[in-house]
C-alpha cells in the first residue's frame, strides 16, 4: 500500500514535537465539514472591532484598533502595510496564536472562540516566522500534519504538494538540511495538507527566489480560481496589484483603506506625461506652464496631471501650437505603490501622536 510507505517511521519519544501539534483540532471528523456544507458563508474571514494591546516593559503597545474588515469567499486578498502596522497580529490571532484583546472573528462562519475546531480546520497558515522541527524530513511533517488534521491516508497528497512547490527531491533530507527559502516552502505545503477553504500567507515569499516566487503566486492563483479563498500579506506591491482582486492597508493597527484593488488604484487621480523632444529647451513655453509642465533635462518635458481634470489631448495640442518637435511620449499610471505610499505617509505622524 502506497500510503503506508509515506506514513512517519515511529519516532524516538525524546524527539520534540512540531509546534503545530500544540493548536491543531482533535475533533478529526470536522475536518472535511467546512467544505462540504451547503451554506457556504458570504465571507471567508469576518473581524469585528478586533483588537490587541500587547503588555510591553514599559507599559503597552496597541497593535490593533477595532479592525472590522470581511474577506469575501473566493476572493484573493491582499493585507498590506508597513513594517509594524499588525498585519502578523491579526493572522496570528486568527490562527490562534495570539489572543485578542477586544472584538470578534470568524472563520468560515465559526468563531475563532465559540468554534476553535471547526475554525482553524478551515484555514491553512503559513505564519511569518519559521517554525519547523529541524530532525523531520519535508514528506514525514506533512503527513504528520495530515494526521493531525484527520486526514485519511487514501486522500493525503503529501507528494503532489512537495512537486508542487519544487521540493520533490528533498522530500527525505531533514528539515534542518534545507535552506532558508526551502524552509519557507515547506511551511507553505504544511498549510495546505488539509485541502482548507481558507489560505492565509503571512510573506510567503520573504527570502524565496525570484523563479519560486512566480511559481508560488501560479499556484495561488491556481488554488483560488478552484474555490480557496487566499489572504496575504506581502512587501512587494506590484506583485499584490497584479494577484489581489480585493486589498485593504493597515497602519499604525487600523485599516486604512479596503477595496477592490481597481477601485484602490483609482483612488489617486494622477498620471504623468514626458514628452521626449528633438531639440534642446531651455525654459518651459509659458503656454504650457499652465499646466506645470518640468524639465528634468533640457530633452524631456514631463507633467503631472489629473486625467478627470485635465486630458492628455490638451497637453498635447498646447505642446504642438508652442512648436516643440516630439520624438516621444511616455505615460505612467498611478500604481499601487504610490497610493501606499499616500495612505501610509498620511497616517504616519496620526499614528505617532496615537501611540
Ligand atoms: N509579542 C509581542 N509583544 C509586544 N509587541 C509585539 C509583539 N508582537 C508584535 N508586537 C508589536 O506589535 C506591532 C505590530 O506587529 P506585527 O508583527 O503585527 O506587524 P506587521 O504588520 O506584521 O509587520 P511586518 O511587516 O514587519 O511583518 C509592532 O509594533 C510590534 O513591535
Ligand atoms: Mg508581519
Not at 501539534?21 to 470536522?30: A, E, G, H, K, N
Amino acid at each position: 500500500m502506497a500510503e503506508a510507505v509515506l506514513l512517519p517511521e515511529p519516532r524516538p519519544m525524546k524527539k520534540k514535537c512540531p509546534q503545530a501539534l500544540v493548536i491543531m483540532p482533535d475533533d478529526q471528523t470536522s475536518v472535511a465539514a467546512p467544505l462540504a456544507g451547503a451554506d457556504l458563508p458570504v465571507f471567508a474571514i469576518e473581524v469585528k472591532g478586533l483588537d490587541k494591546r500587547y503588555r510591553t516593559n514599559g507599559g503597552e503597545l496597541h497593535a490593533l484598533a477595532e479592525v472590522d474588515l470581511t474577506i469575501p469567499r473566493g476572493s484573493l486578498f491582499g493585507l498590506l502595510g508597513p513594517n509594524g502596522a499588525g498585519k502578523s497580529t491579526l493572522i496570528n490571532i486568527l490562527a490562534g496564536l495570539v489572543n485578542k484583546s477586544a472584538g470578534s472573528a470568524k472563520i468560515w462562519g465559526y468563531d475563532i472562540l465559540e468554534r476553535p475546531r471547526q475554525a482553524r480546520s478551515a484555514i491553512g497558515i503559513v505564519p511569518q516566522e519559521l517554525n519547523i522541527d529541524p530532525f523531520f524530513t519535508p514528506r514525514e511533517l506533512l503527513e504528520l500534519q495530515a494526521g493531525l488534521y484527520g486526514v485519511p491516508p487514501r486522500e493525503r497528497r503529501s507528494d503532489e504538494i512537495l512537486s508542487a512547490l519544487g521540493l520533490a527531491d528533498k522530500a527525505q533530507s531533514y528539515a534542518r538540511t534545507l535552506s532558508g527559502g526551502m524552509r519557507r516552502r515547506l511551511m507553505v505545503a504544511k498549510a495546505m495538507v488539509h485541502n482548507p477553504p481558507v489560505l492565509v500567507l503571512d510573506e510567503p515569499t520573504a527570502g524565496v527566489d525570484v523563479a519560486f516566487r512566480q511559481q508560488l503566486w501560479d499556484h495561488v492563483r491556481d488554488l483560488n480560481r478552484l474555490g480557496t479563498t487566499v489572504l496575504l500579506t506581502t512587501h512587494y506591491l506590484e506583485e499584490a496589484e497584479a494577484l489581489c482582486d480585493r486589498i485593504a492597508i493597515i497602519d499604525h493597527g487600523r485599516v486604512i483603506a479596503c477595496d477592490t484593488t481597481k477601485s484602490l488604484l483609482k483612488r489617486l487621480d494622477s498620471k504623468s506625461l514626458t514628452l521626449v523632444l528633438g531639440s534642446d529647451l531651455d525654459a518651459v513655453p509659458e503656454a504650457l506652464k499652465v499646466f506645470k509642465g518640468e524639465l528634468a533635462d533640457p530633452r524631456h518635458l514631463i507633467f503631472h496631471y489629473r486625467p478627470s481634470k485635465s486630458p492628455v489631448s490638451e497637453i498635447l495640442s498646447a505642446a504642438t501650437t508652442a512648436g516643440l518637435q516630439i520624438v516621444d511620449i511616455v505615460t505612467e499610471e498611478t500604481d499601487l505603490e504610490d497610493i501606499f505610499l499616500q495612505l501610509t505617509r498620511r497616517g504616519q505622524a496620526k499614528g505617532r501622536d496615537e501611540r
